[in-house]
């Protein structure tokens, strides 16, 4: 009778180790699916003649209506070359631009992803073009970039991120089920 009531804490403790570690491994997938660019015009390594509009499109709807998002275009001379500030449709960010001498440039963007994080890249392209614009040595939205750099910082919670805390407590959770099963489930002693 002994050896049943040994399997029966071992299953037990078996369950409640699986479900621990689905629940773990189930929250940081969820939590870690940021949206991603799904594509840009230009595309990365392009090489184009003429260009009035950078385009990123999202895979879901961003946030950041009030200037979260980022979009700049830097030539090669380093100077800044958008017409002014990116503009937010849904999943897609916009962005008005007047190239200058042919050469390397990059897109530089952040966008506010639809579950609040911050997800951000280069794109790479040439320009072989004429020379439109003399650029400008700063962003047209350097003050909402400042701005939005400062938003994106995270709450303060101790230090810790909202997908640890959250682990934190359904690990505590999972370890009172545990001890609660041990509790229920260990064998009595007769009084005799």
């Known amino acids: 009778m ?3 009531s040994v399997l029966r804490r071992v299953l037990a403790g078996a369950v409640v180790v699986v479900a621990a570690m689905t629940a773990a491994l189930g929250g940081a997938t969820a939590a870690s699916a940021h949206d991603s660019l799904v594509s840009s015009s230009p595309a990365e390594g392009d090489t184009v003649s003429s260009l ?3 385009r990123l499109d999202f895979s879901a709807n961003l946030l950041g209506t009030d200037g979260g998002n980022i979009v700049i275009v830097v ?5 800044h070359y958008e017409s002014e500030c990116a503009a937010l449709a849904g999943p897609t960010l916009t962005l008005s631009v ?3 001498a042919p050469g ?5 963007w952040r966008a506010v992803s639809s579950d609040g994080h ?6 790479p392209f040439a320009y072989t073009g004429q020379n439109v614009s003399t650029g400008a040595e700063a962003s047209p939205c350097a003050s909402a970039a400042g701005a939005t750099e400062a938003a994106a910082e995270p709450a303060s919670t101790g230090g810790m991120s909202g997908l640890t805390l959250g682990l934190l407590l359904g690990g505590g959770v999972v370890a009172l089920v545990g001890v609660l099963l ?3 489930l260990r064998p009595r ?4």
Do not use: F, Q
Request: aromatic share 4%; hydrophobic share 35%.
């Open 118 to 123: 911050p997800v951000s890249g280069v794109i």
């Open 104 to 108: 390397d440039y990059s897109v530089e």
């Open 75 to 79: 030539g090669p001379d380093g100077r």
């Open 2 to 4: 002994a050896s049943r």
């Open 182 to 184: 041990v509790v229920i």
């Open 189 to 192: 002693t007769r009084k005799g």
């Open 98 to 100: 007047a190239l200058g």
């Open 52 to 54: 009035s509009e950078v």
